[in-house]
């Protein structure tokens, strides 16, 4: 923020700062300062893939998958021997 809400420069800055933004200035000074610099103009909207579907490219996924079943399964086992054990306390 320049300034302050409310303040007289605000509209005056903001219309300088338009105006050498609109000139091509800033560009400018980017690729005099970094003349490597790449800035995508145009990033493309949607990502395509074009390889198959394998086992080899999802095994990742298939890992998590059997993780969460093993971790549910245990917290299942938990639950039920927790139960258990208050049943034979009470009795």
Do not use: D
């Amino acid at each position: 923020m320049v300034g302050s809400k409310g303040s007289p420069l605000v509209p005056a800055l903001s219309k300088r700062i338009m105006s050498i933004t609109e000139a091509g200035l800033v560009f400018h000074w980017i690729k005099t300062e970094e003349p490597n610099s790449t800035v995508c103009h145009r990033v493309p909207t949607k990502v395509t893939v074009k390889t198959t579907l394998s086992l080899i490219n999802i095994w990742g996924m298939f890992v998590i998958l059997a993780a969460g079943h093993v971790v549910s399964v245990s917290v299942l086992y938990l639950e039920l021997l927790k139960v258990r054990l208050q049943n034979n306390k009470n009795h």
